[in-house]
């Protein structure tokens, strides 16, 4: 395994073409990875789109919570790079798309919740309207998309607990369920941990 400065040299001397990936995506993106796997093999990363003159370089374990202090050490050990943000984790989204895994459609306007928070960590379950145990794996895996937007990646998995899947009832705020859009303010109410 590499040291964390020896992925900042070379980024820092492929910063310019890295920046303009656009000019050639898969070669570039290939190159990043190969060098991300010498420090360690299960980090992986985004890049955003300009943002003023600037773009983000996410460092991601991909949810893989072994590799999470990997992530933490590169991210701490980058240096001020022109035009570059450097961040830890992929970050929060506000999610108003809808998911769509498999044959399954999910629009988080009709996603509620419940929460108790056990431990010090929050125990979930997620109500969809069309919800089958038959479709159980899809809806697991849309859920985790969810969560990993709606909360980001590490409060994701440092932050939660037990999460399961049920049918939406008819009446869900007469239950104290509540919609989608309040999770993350939930979970960091409910938790011990910081937020991302």
């Not at 990875?33 to 420090?39: G, I, N, V, Y």
């Amino acid at each position: 395994m590499s040291k964390p400065d020896n992925f900042w040299k070379w980024f820092s001397s492929n910063s310019e073409r890295i920046l303009n990936f656009e000019n050639a995506q898969e070669k570039v993106f290939n190159d990043i990875m190969a060098q991300l796997s010498k420090f360690h093999p299960d980090l992986t990363f985004e890049i955003s789109s300009w943002l003023g003159d600037t773009r983000e370089f996410v460092i991601s374990a991909d949810g893989i919570k072994e590799a999470f202090p990997f992530v933490t050490q590169l991210a701490s050990a980058a240096p001020s790079l022109p035009n570059w943000t450097i961040r830890a984790f992929r970050p929060r989204i506000e999610v108003q798309f809808e998911i769509e895994v498999g044959a399954i459609k999910l629009d988080p306007k009709e996603i509620w919740f419940s929460s108790a928070s056990v431990d010090g960590k929050v125990d979930l379950t997620i109500y969809y309207p069309h919800y089958t145990e038959e479709t159980e794996q899809e809806f697991l895996r849309a859920t985790f998309i969810l969560l990993d937007a709606a909360l980001g990646e590490y409060d994701t998995e440092m932050k939660l607990g037990f999460v399961e899947i049920d049918v939406l009832p008819k009446n869900p705020a007469a239950l104290g369920f509540l919609p989608f859009k309040e999770l993350p303010q939930t979970v960091d109410g409910l938790s011990i941990g910081r937020a991302n």
